[in-house]
């Protein structure tokens, strides 16, 4: 079982630990802020270049999809924003945010093996979240950028977890964990995964192997309120997801969808 919420450790994180990465990753830690893309967002737009990382002890204002709003408590878990300045075209974009969450999924696999991604933009263990990614396309004067931000759930007890349905490295196993280490590590699989956005067909393929929601029946919800049932077959070429639904087969693009959840 997990200590209890005051006896786990808040160490925080040494800058030390992160001087050894490869060009151009480069790490700035902040005391606290209130998000950690709008901090990236705002160093992108006064010229960072690709590779920084601006990772925060404190995120008091950290924003899901749909500008969900929730806090994370100081020296628990990973709150951190890459700004990415990719040479593709638009509609390849579409690829980031599963990049980063299969990338996310090779860095804790070997501590967690039953991880495994929900589309678009979440890490599971079981039902329930572990980490989920935000990016955002902002225009900068050196060009559009990609801010991709993580949160990842590490040393939280239950008591610190803000639903029922969140879990951490901590409750699944029972130990606390250097949280540099793990920031280390995931940007290493980061940067070595980075190619595969030129290699989309290779990258579908990988992480449909990965991804819990292929091969299951889910309700898609959409802005309007109406909601589409049906198998998840594959992804698209744009990392869309392509569902039989008995009448046909339907597409849902990330950007386009309110909710995707196992059909009841």
């Not at 299969?102 to 678009?120: G, T």
């Not at 793990?182 to 070595?192: D, E, K, Y």
Request: proline share 8%.
């Amino acid at each position: 079982m997990p200590m209890s919420d005051a006896s786990a450790p808040r160490p925080a994180l040494d800058p030390e630990q992160f001087l050894t990465l490869p060009a151009p990753l480069h790490v700035e830690i902040v005391e606290e802020t209130g998000s950690t893309n709008a901090l990236a967002a705002e160093r992108a737009r006064a010229g960072a270049p690709e590779g920084l990382v601006v990772v925060a002890e404190h995120q008091t204002a950290g924003r899901g999809r749909l500008d969900r709003v929730w806090e994370a408590r100081p020296g628990l878990g990973l709150t951190f924003s890459i700004v990415l300045r990719p040479d593709l075209p638009i509609t390849a974009w579409t690829w980031i945010p599963l990049l980063t969450g299969y990338a996310l999924h090779a860095a804790l696999a070997d501590r967690i093996p039953e991880v495994m991604l929900k589309w678009p933009n979440d890490v599971l263990v079981g039902d329930h979240k572990i980490s989920g990614i935000l990016v955002e396309r902002i225009e900068t004067p050196e060009g559009p950028a990609a801010i991709i931000g993580v949160g990842l759930n590490v040393n939280q007890g239950l008591d610190d977890l803000p639903t029922e349905t969140a879990t951490s490295l901590r409750v699944e196993l029972g130990e606390t964990f250097d949280r540099g280490d793990l920031l280390v590590q995931f940007l290493g699989s980061f940067r070595a995964l980075l190619p595969l956005l030129e290699q989309p067909d290779v990258l579908r393929a990988a992480y449909v192997d990965v991804c819990s929601t292929v091969g299951r029946t889910v309700d898609v919800h959409l802005p309007g309120g109406e909601t589409v049932r049906g198998e998840v077959l594959d992804l698209d070429q744009y990392g869309a997801l392509v569902l039989s639904t008995g009448e046909g087969t339907f597409t849902a693009h990330a950007g386009d969808v309110v909710h995707v959840r196992p059909a009841t």
